[in-house]
Nanobody, 116 residues
Framework: QVQLVESGGGLVQPGGSLRLSCAAS????????MGWYRQAPGKERELVAG????????SYGDSVKGRFTISRDNVKTKVYLQMNSLKCVDTAVYYC?????????WGQGTQVTVSS
């Protein structure tokens, strides 16, 4: 059973930084693209960033371009989201996603709250 476990969320002031981690297991991590999504209260879940299986290609949602960076370590089977210049609108639950053998898998999410 694919497992994704996020960590690294918390409370941060506007302009601050956080680094989220997603530990993946029970599948061949290096073969699959990975993504970070987020869901704010009352809003739909949205794509934050995606990364190809070898890490050579990344994509970002328009609202986070230039501020967030996705990366991965295929040896440690982890994917990361470095979030800089955080804004109040970035407050959300952040989820790690994998699509393995045509099935979607999600972690339990980690709360990020940006507030002064």
């Amino acid at each position: 059973q694919v497992q994704l476990v996020e960590s690294g969320g918390g409370l941060v002031q506007p302009g601050g930084s956080l680094r989220l981690s997603c530990a993946a297991s029970e599948f061949t991590f290096a073969r699959y693209t990975m993504g970070w999504y987020r869901q704010a209260p009352g809003k739909e879940r949205e794509l934050v960033a995606g990364i190809s299986s070898d890490g050579s290609s990344t994509s970002y949602g328009d609202s986070v371009k230039g501020r967030f960076t996705i990366s991965r370590d295929n040896v440690k089977t982890k994917v990361y989201l470095q979030m800089n210049s955080l804004k109040c609108v970035d407050t959300a639950v952040y989820y790690c996603r994998a699509r393995v053998c045509s099935r979607e898998y999600w972690g339990q999410g980690t709360q990020v709250t940006v507030s002064s």
